[in-house]
């Protein structure tokens, strides 16, 4: 096991992911977020407090999207549903998906599917904590990288969370 971010570098990765997206939407005008069901909202959750530091509450628009159905591996896989909380239109609006890992870009794709049931955006933005590079199945990239790392297909990214694993950190793991 090696490990890719220590608690104190997922703080700081978060903060800075957070401040990215400040710079580049300014005051959030016309924009929202949305983290991923079930791992990528405690990224969301934690760039949602760091954003809560920077502006007006008022300004922020967050959601929770689950894409159990949108998956193209459902049949294979018996997954659980989880709730979508989305309670704003995301029409001509640009929307930032948030995620803990990127891979395949399978996630993704599924994410852009269930996001259309609510309106058609203006653009869409992905951020992501961790990227394994070089392993993309489709032209998925992110727009925000906590950081960027090179794997094997039979290597997995674990993303360690405070609030149910006890401690935050981010480690890459061997299969075999």
């Not at 220590?6 to 949305?34: C, D, F, M, S």
């Not at 407090?49 to 300004?59: A, F, S, V, Y």
Request: hydrophobic fraction near 40%.
């Amino acid at each position: 096991m090696k490990s890719l971010l220590t608690p104190q570098q997922v703080n700081l990765t978060i903060k800075r992911l957070a401040r990215q997206i400040v710079e580049n939407h300014l005051q959030l005008e016309n924009t929202v977020l949305v983290g991923l069901q079930p791992r990528g909202i405690y990224v969301s959750n934690r760039i949602i407090d760091e954003l809560k530091q920077i502006l007006p509450i008022e300004k922020i628009a967050y959601g929770k999207l689950d894409i159990t159905f949108y998956r193209d591996d459902i049949r294979k896989n018996l997954h659980v549903a989880n709730e979508t909380d989305i309670t704003f239109s995301i029409e001509k609006k640009s929307v930032i998906l948030i995620d803990d890992v990127l891979w395949t870009g399978r996630t993704i794709r599924a994410a852009l599917d269930a996001l259309l049931d609510f309106g058609r955006p203006s653009n869409v933005e992905l951020c992501v904590l961790i990227d394994r590079r070089f392993s993309r199945e489709l032209p998925i990239q992110p727009d925000y990288v906590g950081r960027a790392i090179d794997t094997y297909h039979n290597q997995k990214v674990k993303v360690f969370w405070k609030e149910n694993d006890g401690e935050d950190k981010v480690v890459l793991e061997n299969e075999y």
